[in-house]
């Protein structure tokens, strides 16, 4: 059986949709979380210098969506036909491009430029993204499922990582304004593992 180490700062971040792929899959991983201050030594021996990083069985891995993909593959949470598992891969881009804009305003320094950023993000951005992805929700059983097929993907799990970059960003209220969406949301946050996960893992600022 294979073992499973990932490494990530003191936060959900980048790395929590590996972890909810984890959690929802039922199978055991070392969750080592380090402080910023260690970073810098830790660096070199990251691939692209950069974290999250994977280990699987002493092979190491970088790119979140590289991960989460990978072990969704493994775990028969990718989807169970080839055109399912594109479906979920096509879903869970769009949702990167959801975000993106986000951490733009979010690490920006600049209080003007921030506040442009995240002005047109709230009001235009953001609303066409989540609108897009209610109507693909509403593709698969009427939106009252999944997203692909008839069973949890790893796509569904990143509609759970959505919400929680909205939350930090503090506009998570947006959610509501789609409810086939955020009905989707409560579901999979609902799933024995996944709440259990969700009542219990740190809490964290980011």
């Known amino acids: 059986m294979s073992t499973y180490k990932l490494t990530y700062f003191k936060g959900r971040g980048r790395a929590e949709l590996v972890r909810l792929v984890f959690v929802a899959a039922g ?22 210098g950069q974290l999250p990083m994977l280990e699987v069985d002493g092979v190491k891995l970088c790119q979140s969506i590289t991960m989460a993909r990978y072990l969704a593959r493994k775990f028969n949470l990718a989807g169970k036909t080839e055109l399912d598992q594109a479906r979920a891969d096509m879903i869970v881009d769009c949702i990167e ?56 993907t790893w796509a569904d799990l990143s509609v759970l990582t959505t919400y929680d970059w909205l939350k930090m960003a503090g506009i998570e209220a947006e959610f509501a304004k789609h ?21 219990k893992r740190p809490v964290t600022e980011f």
């Not at 070392?30 to 830790?42: F, G, H, K, N």
């Not at 009001?123 to 008839?150: A, C, R, W």
């Not at 799933?191 to 259990?196: S, T, Y």
């Open 179 to 199: 409810p086939k969406l955020d009905a989707l949301r409560q579901r999979v946050a609902k799933l024995p593992k996944v709440a259990e996960w969700l009542a």
């Open 27 to 48: 199978v055991p991983y070392e969750d080592v979380r380090v402080e910023m201050s260690a970073w810098p030594a830790l660096k070199p021996s990251a691939p692209f």
């Open 97 to 152: 491009d959801t975000i993106k804009p986000l951490l733009a305003f979010a690490f920006e320094k600049d209080e003007a430029r921030k506040a442009e950023l995240k002005t047109k993000y709230v009001g235009e951005q953001l609303p066409n993204y989540l609108t897009l992805l209610e109507g693909i929700v509403k593709t698969n059983n009427g939106g009252d499922g999944f997203l692909v097929g008839d069973g949890l």
